[in-house]
């Protein structure tokens, strides 16, 4: 009989935000309020395999128990084994032009997650998005640590500076049916921890800001602690197109000209000529292969074509005066 073994770390979100692709485009949702959380399962078997690494968006709305996702103060966002997105199969033209099948990017306190859905490659693979956004770097941390082992994580760098970020507006609210959870859970130390690197920047990953439509059945009209969804892009300004940069953009550097030779050096350089083509008189009597080396040596030089410019236009003169 074999046995396994589940560790489990909980994080408490600021908010979660996700986009899911519909006929009418892919619009995104933002949720930050009541209580949201993140629950990792990490499933071994007794050898020590990995048999799965489970990820859950609890959306807790009373004081009930946060892993009980049946009760009904409980809206399941997120359910998605990790580990399953491995075995896909999968050739590799469709690996470069389609992307894998799940991937996160992360920076400062924002992870974002992509994942194919459904979960099998065709012509016109469909993706879903979300984003959710920590409570600290060190919970970031613990979390990306938790799922690299199946599913790639890019860290990415901040904007440059100069760049307009769009504020987030309010465009509706929805009331939950119960009061704000009060629970404060701690979170399993099941992961090391490493410092947290910036993030968000990848192409892939890049969302579209559009109007939100809201259409959640579960949230009812109430007089309780609203739940705030807002209509705006995800926080990542890099992931919102166009980039916009603030000022006026700085001057080109201009190329200096060399300054221009002066009379005196010419003639330096034309004496320096003439006396060595009277010291050098072997120069005509040099043997044609060694004569052919020496012109071609000559042919390189970047005046070249200047000089046999030059030198047309002294024989046209030459022979005119010769008529």
Not at 39 to 66: C, F, H, Q, Y
Not at 147 to 158: E, F, G, H, L, M
Not at 163 to 182: G, I, K, M, Y
Request: net charge neutral; with cysteine; glycine share 4%.
């Amino acid at each position: 009989m074999s046995t396994s073994t589940t560790a489990t770390s909980t994080f408490t979100l600021q908010k979660y935000s996700r986009s899911y692709p519909t006929s009418a485009g892919s619009e995104w949702q933002h949720f930050t309020n009541p209580t949201i959380r993140l629950v990792l399962d990490a499933k071994n078997a007794s050898g020590g395999d990995l048999e799965s690494v489970r990820l859950r968006v609890i959306w807790t709305m009373d004081n009930g128990d946060p892993m009980d996702t049946t009760a009904g103060s409980q809206i399941l966002f997120e359910d998605l084994d990790l580990l399953s997105f491995s075995s896909l199969p999968f050739r590799q033209h469709q690996r470069q032009s389609q992307g894998l099948p799940l991937k996160a990017v992360y920076r400062e306190l924002v992870v974002g997650i992509r994942y194919l859905h459904p979960r099998e490659y065709s012509a016109n693979p469909t993706y879903r998005r979300f984003q959710i956004t920590f409570t600290s770097a060190a919970s970031v941390s613990q979390f990306i640590n938790g799922i690299r082992t199946v599913c790639p994580c890019k860290a990415n760098s901040a904007p440059a500076r100069g760049l307009v970020e769009p504020s987030l507006q309010a465009s509706s609210t929805l009331r939950p049916p119960f009061p704000p959870s009060s629970i404060a859970l701690s979170q399993a130390p099941y992961l090391h921890q490493y410092p947290s690197a910036p993030a968000f920047n990848n192409p892939d990953l890049t969302f579209t800001a559009s109007q939100t439509k809201i259409s959640l059945q579960e949230a009812h009209s109430s007089q309780d602690t609203p739940l705030h969804v807002l209509s705006s892009s995800p926080v990542f300004p890099s992931l919102l197109p166009p980039i916009v940069f603030n000022g006026a953009s700085s001057p080109l550097p201009t190329s200096s000209s060399p300054a221009p030779k002066t009379a005196g050096s010419q003639s330096s350089i034309k004496d320096a000529v003439l006396l060595s083509l009277r010291e050098t008189t072997g120069l005509y009597d040099l043997p044609r292969s060694e004569l052919e080396h020496l012109v071609s040596n000559v042919v390189r030089e970047d005046g070249f074509s200047h000089l046999l410019s030059t030198l047309s236009t002294m024989w046209k003169v030459k022979s005119y005066l010769n008529d």
